[in-house]
Nanobody, 121 residues
Framework: QVQLVESGGGLVQAGGSLRLSCAAS????????MGWFRQAPGKEREFVAA????????SYADSVKGRFTISRDNAKNTGNLQMNTLKPEDTAVYYC??????????????WGQGTQVTVSS
């Protein structure tokens, strides 16, 4: 089992930045991909970004490309999502996830509890 805990959410004005972090514990964090998803009120959870175990591969939703950057520090068992130029439509609960790279964008194995991000206009 892998336990994931997100932090760094909050309220920010449009155009601002936030950095989300995901701390992993439990079984070894090795050889699994990490991802971020979000769910806005009344909408389905959607994929945001993913990064492979080595960090050599990344994937982003079109809506965040060029604004968000995913990274990880395997020595610290942490992952991050740097969010710049935030828009009101980025408002959502953001979830950290982990699992096999081939499934990380559709069905991760592990999920965090989520952290709220609110972008005011």
């Amino acid at each position: 089992q892998v336990q994931l805990v997100e932090s760094g959410g909050g309220l920010v004005q449009a155009g601002g930045s936030l950095r989300l972090s995901c701390a992993a514990s439990g079984r070894t964090f090795s050889n699994i991909a990490m991802g971020w998803f979000r769910q806005a009120p009344g909408k389905e959870r959607e994929f945001v970004a993913a990064i492979s175990w080595t960090g050599g591969m990344t994937s982003y939703a079109d809506s965040v490309k060029g604004r968000f950057t995913i990274s990880r520090d395997n020595a610290k068992n942490t992952g991050n999502l740097q969010m710049n130029t935030l828009k009101p439509e980025d408002t959502a609960v953001y979830y950290c996830a982990a699992g096999a790279w081939v499934l990380i964008r559709t069905s991760p194995t592990y999920w965090g509890q989520g952290t709220q991000v609110t972008v005011s206009s």
